[in-house]
DNA sequence: TTGTGTTTTATTGCCTCC
DNA sequence: GGAGGCAATAAAACACAA
């Protein structure tokens, strides 16, 4: 099926090289102000020699296959690279001749004069009308199958280049992300210490002036205060009257939210070696009996300041993958 | 000079649109 | 059904280091 278009456009685009020549050079002189000789005729002068026959039924055919210009073999430009090499190379006598025209038809590379009109073309519009594409290659010499095989080429280049060029953006959006999210995490994980600090600071407090009550209120029984404490110790009145502090004070009681929320799940070792150091935690236990545990969940959400946070878990915290190919791979595989 | 990687030109097969 | 586009691929041309 390939074949049959290419065929199909060959025939289309066929025998036009002489004028076409003419008008690739207008174009790029035009362009770049280089005076490239355009002498056309200089291929029948040239072709005069061999037999009729095959000028029309062997050279044409593949001059006008390769679209090539003469005025492309005979430029001066430095760079530019024999775009009919295997025709020059041809022209050493009829055996190379014959040679020549049993090979396989070899790719030629467009001159680069050639592609920079393309270029220009594509910059202009990066699809081919039907009618463009017989004014280029008629412009340029080819056929309008290989403008059109240009054109389809430069296209895929164009995409591979915007996808490289999506992927940079992505990846620095991504890279900056990030650096948000740690930067968020290391604050989180500051604040959370603050708070162990504020809390234990509180705590302190809170047993301080419970054992100092507790002295008020000894002395005030005129009890040995030594047995007394040792007593009340020992039957869990300390626990009770610690809490009924505890209950008295606005401040404390929020805080011992804070407690109860976070607290008992702490593991971090500052916070729970002081706990344990004092063995105090029961000091704050609320006196919940009358409680369910949703009604206490709620109720402890409801009343929490603002500044208290239900305790989450490092857990609910996914780290998203190291780098940004892992997390562009785990996000399309989702 | 040669081996190897990259770029460019061209083909093939499939799909969509008219 | 033909024309044209696209993705995948082949293969020639080219660049370049060893």
């Known amino acids: 099926m390939g074949q049959e278009k290419f065929y199909k456009s060959m025939a289309g685009g066929a025998c036009g090289a002489g004028g076409s020549n003419s008008n690739l050079s207008v174009l790029l002189q035009s362009q770049r102000g280089l005076s490239t000789a355009s002498q056309?005729?200089?291929?029948?002068?040239?072709?005069?020699?061999?037999?009729l026959f095959l000028v029309f039924f062997?050279?044409?055919?593949?001059c006008s296959r390769s679209m090539m210009s003469f005025e492309d073999v005979h430029q001066a430009n430095g760079s530019s690279r024999p775009f009919f090499r295997s025709f020059d190379h041809e022209d050493n006598g009829d055996d190379d001749l014959d040679e020549y025209f049993h090979q396989p038809e070899k790719k030629r590379r467009l001159t680069v004069d050639q592609v920079q009109f393309l270029e220009k073309s594509f910059e202009v519009e990066n699809k081919l009308e039907p009618e463009r594409k017989i004014q280029l290659a008629k412009d340029l010499g080819l056929q309008p199958r290989q403008v059109a095989i240009w054109f389809q080429n430069r296209r895929a280049r164009w995409k591979t280049k915007q996808l490289e060029k999506d992927y940079d953006v992505l990846q620095s959006s991504y890279n900056s992300l990030k650096a948000d999210y740690d930067k968020v995490l290391k604050e989180k994980e500051k604040l959370k210490a603050e708070v162990n600090l504020l809390t234990d600071k509180l705590l302190l407090q809170e047993t301080e002036k419970g054992s100092?009550?507790?002295s008020d209120k000894d002395a005030l029984s005129q009890e040995p205060p030594k047995k007394a404490v040792a007593d009340s110790a020992s039957d869990g009145e300390v626990s009770k009257i610690s809490t009924v502090a505890c209950k008295q004070d606005d401040i404390s009681s929020a805080k011992s939210d804070i407690f109860d929320s976070d607290s008992p799940h702490y593991a971090d070792g500052v916070h729970s070696s002081l706990l344990e150091a004092g063995d105090s935690s029961y000091v704050f236990e609320p006196d919940q009996s009358d409680l369910s545990q949703d009604e206490e969940d709620n109720l402890g959400k409801s009343l929490l300041p603002p500044y208290v946070f239900p305790k989450l878990e490092?857990?609910?915290?996914?780290?998203p993958p190291a780098s940004f190919?892992?997390?562009?791979?785990?996000?399309?595989?989702y």
Not at 58 to 62: A, R, V, W
């Open 40 to 51: 056309p005729l200089e291929a029948f002068f040239f072709l005069a020699p061999l037999p």
């Open 212 to 214: 100092s009550e507790l």
């Open 58 to 62: 062997l050279i044409l055919p593949i």
């Open 314 to 319: 490092d857990d609910d915290y996914s780290d």
């Open 325 to 333: 190919e892992d997390h562009a791979f785990w996000c399309w595989s």
